[in-house]
Antibody, heavy 122, light 107 residues
Framework: QVQLVQSGAEVKKPGASVKVSCKAS????????MHWVRQAPGQGLEWMGI?????????SYAEKFQGRVTMTRDTSTSTVYMELSSLRSEDTAVYYC??????????????WGQGTLVTVSS | DIQMTQSPSSLSASVGDRVTITCRAS??????LAWFQQKPGKAPKSLIY???SLQSGVPSEFSGSGSGTDFTLTISSLQPEDFATYYC?????????FGQGTRLEIK
């Protein structure tokens, strides 16, 4: 069965960086994209970007996060990573990875990780 | 960016009721529309994709319809486990965007 297992909660100081991992199992890792979505406390869902684990690991990021976010993958361990730098208090949120399944020319989210709480506090 | 507007923002209903949630896109998105259910402290769960296709394992009480800019999610007969927050999502173009959510509460 498809499983996405994310790394544990993090507490970071403003200005620091955080790197969250998402380990995939139960399917062919390089055949599906991976999205990252975050949710601030009590708020809605916000898409951050997407990575193609196949080949060179191409990415597409939401403009809001351009320059601060980096998504990478390790095909040997079927793991994708999301690193967010220059953290500020507004980045306190639960970060989710979600598998991207092709639908025509687009990629919908189907299976989701359990989420990783990142707290930014001085 | 494509704005997704859900209505209502919250809804009170009883077990056995039929409920409908609507989602409007600020521009046409064909049928690249998904619906998710989220319970407190849990990850979103996929219900519907391509506007009307039921995700594997989702009960048939859930259905979706629409195309272009206007979409609906219908729950034909509410079960106790259906009380949650529901989100629509467009994946027609980047950035992918979500509706603000509809909180479905027990009356």
């Amino acid at each position: 069965q498809v499983q996405l297992v994310q790394s544990g909660a993090e507490v970071k100081k403003p200005g620091a960086s955080v790197k969250v991992s998402c380990k995939a199992s139960g399917y062919t890792f390089t055949s599906y994209y991976m999205h990252w979505v975050r949710q601030a406390p009590g708020q809605g869902l916000e898409w951050m970007g997407i990575i193609n684990p196949y080949g060179g690991g191409s990415t597409s990021y939401a403009e809001k996060f351009q320059g601060r976010v980096t998504m990478t993958r390790d095909t040997s361990t079927s793991t994708v990573y999301m690193e967010l730098s220059s953290l500020r208090s507004e980045d306190t949120a639960v970060y989710y990875c979600a598998r991207g399944t092709r639908d025509g020319y687009n990629y919908r989210t189907d299976y989701w990780g359990q989420g990783t709480l990142v707290t930014v506090s001085s | 960016d494509i704005q997704m507007t859900q209505s209502p923002s919250s809804l009170s209903a009883s077990v056995g009721d039929r409920v409908t949630i609507t989602c409007r896109a600020s521009q046409g998105i064909s049928n690249y529309l998904a619906w998710f259910q989220q319970k407190p402290g849990k990850a979103p769960k996929s219900l519907i994709y391509a506007a009307s296709s039921l995700q594997s394992g989702v009960p048939s009480e859930f259905s979706g319809s629409g195309s272009g800019t206007d979409f609906t999610l219908t729950i034909s007969s509410l079960q106790p486990e259906d009380f949650a927050t529901y989100y629509c999502q467009q994946y027609n173009s980047y950035p992918i965007t979500f509706g603000q959510g509809t909180r479905l509460e027990i009356k």
